[in-house]
């Protein structure tokens, strides 16, 4: 069964930085992408970035270019989203989430809440 935990939210100021990890377990994760998602209140859920459990290829949300690095360290099964100069848009849950066999994301996490502070 794959298990995907976040970690790393929390309250921050604007334009400070904080990052997050998904820890992922129970598959071989192959050529798959692993993508972060957020919601804010009131507010359909949104692709922030993903990237390839093999290769270099990532994208980005234009809202978060710039700014949001995505990055993996296969050895740990692990995604990290580092996010700098965070803003007040920025406040949401955010999830890790794992593409299947079926090309769409079938896994998903439980969360963590980022808030930034204006």
């Known amino acids: 069964q794959v298990q995907l935990v976040e970690s790393g939210g929390g309250l921050v100021q604007a334009g400070g930085s904080l990052r997050l990890s998904c820890a992922a377990s129970?598959?071989?994760?192959?050529?798959?992408?692993m993508g972060w998602f957020r919601q804010a209140p009131g507010q359909e859920r949104e692709f922030v970035a993903r990237?390839?459990?093999?290769?270099?290829?990532?994208d980005y949300a234009d809202s978060v270019k710039g700014r949001f690095t995505i990055s993996r360290d296969n050895a740990k099964s692990s995604v990290f989203l580092q996010m700098n100069s965070l803003q007040p848009e920025d406040t949401a849950v955010y999830y890790c989430?794992?593409?299947?066999?079926?090309?769409?994301?079938?896994?998903w996490g439980q969360g963590t809440q980022v808030t930034v502070s204006s």
């Open positions: 129970g598959r071989t994760f192959g050529s798959y992408f």
């Open positions: 989430a794992s593409e299947g066999t079926s090309g769409t994301y079938e896994y």
């Open positions: 990237i390839r459990w093999s290769g270099s290829s990532a």
